[in-house]
């Protein structure tokens, strides 16, 4: 009798170690698996740390939306282009954007109709009726840029 108990006992703790080591609350949300760590962010270098982006065409209301801040642990992302069918958001969102983002090449000093039509052209929005821009840039200043056709 006393190795079945010792058995049973010996069962129930390795559940409960089992349950345990699992999580069995698991509190991790969708966004917790969505937002990417750090180290792996780090290897986009943008000239910006946060930038938001709405694109208005004479078809579409918030035809181009892309925003995109760097955290301190990770980013968050979001990318929606009614034009192509697109609404995704964080790494996807990302995919998206790196390629972009990259191609930009602007600065607070680059002048604002140059940065318009550089992002309009990039994001394919070039024949917007109304462009809004704002960009906080690595050295802290704040720029916004807005155009109507």
């Known amino acids: 009798m ?5 058995a049973l006992i010996a069962g ?3 559940t409960i170690f089992v349950f345990a080591a699992c999580g069995g609350n698991n509190s ?3 966004e917790t698996f969505t937002k990417k760590p750090v180290s792996q962010s780090s290897t986009y270098n943008y000239n910006f ?4 982006l709405d694109i208005d065409t004479v078809d579409q209301h918030d035809a181009i939306e892309a925003s995109y ?5 990770g980013y968050e992302a979001v990318y929606v282009n009614k034009l192509a069918d697109i609404n995704v958001r964080n790494a996807e969102a990302l995919n998206y954007l790196e390629p972009i983002f990259s191609s930009l090449n602007i600065d607070p000093t680059t002048p604002d109709t140059e940065v318009i039509q550089r992002v309009s052209e990039a994001f394919g929005g070039v024949d917007y009726t109304d462009f809004e ?3 906080e840039f690595k050295d802290g200043s704040e720029r916004e840029y807005r155009s109507t056709k």
């Open 133 to 135: 821009l704002e960009i």
């Open 28 to 30: 991790m949300t969708n």
């Open 2 to 6: 006393i190795n079945k108990k010792t």
């Open 12 to 14: 129930i703790f390795f």
């Open 49 to 52: 740390r946060s930038f938001e």
């Open 69 to 73: 801040e760097k955290e301190k642990i």
